[in-house]
């Protein structure tokens, strides 16, 4: 069974900095996307980055220039990197991977990790 597991959430305030991570285990033959979505209280949930198994990469608008998506292949693991966090960055942020193990490929998801941006 495939797992993704987040870690790196915390509170920071206004113009820091945090670091997420996921890393995907289990069985795995592969992994093609990965990615970040978020959902603040009351809102629906939205894509932050995404990076394909070949390192392209696409950013909500909200979020080009401050963040940044890489991947470690041989780790299966994800990360966004946050700078010049703002308030309503606010949110549960959630990792995301297409997987494809020996018996099916497959969208994961992982519980998420809050990040609170404190002005």
């Known amino acids: 069974q495939v797992q993704l597991v987040e870690s790196g959430g915390g509170l920071v305030q206004a113009g820091g900095s945090l670091r997420l991570s996921c890393a995907a285990s289990?069985?795995?033959?592969?992994?093609?996307?990965m990615g970040w979505y978020r959902q603040g209280t009351g809102k629906q949930r939205d894509l932050v980055a995404r990076i394909l198994s070949g390192g392209s990469t696409n950013y909500a608008d909200t979020v080009k220039g401050r963040f940044t998506i890489s991947r470690d292949n041989v780790k299966n693991t994800v990360y966004l990197q946050m700078n010049n966090l703002k308030p309503e960055d606010t949110a549960v942020y959630y990792c995301n991977a297409v997987v494809s193990t020996i018996v099916r490929r497959a969208e994961y998801w992982g519980r998420g990790t809050q990040v609170t941006v404190s002005s």
């Open positions: 289990g069985i795995i033959f592969s992994i093609s996307d």
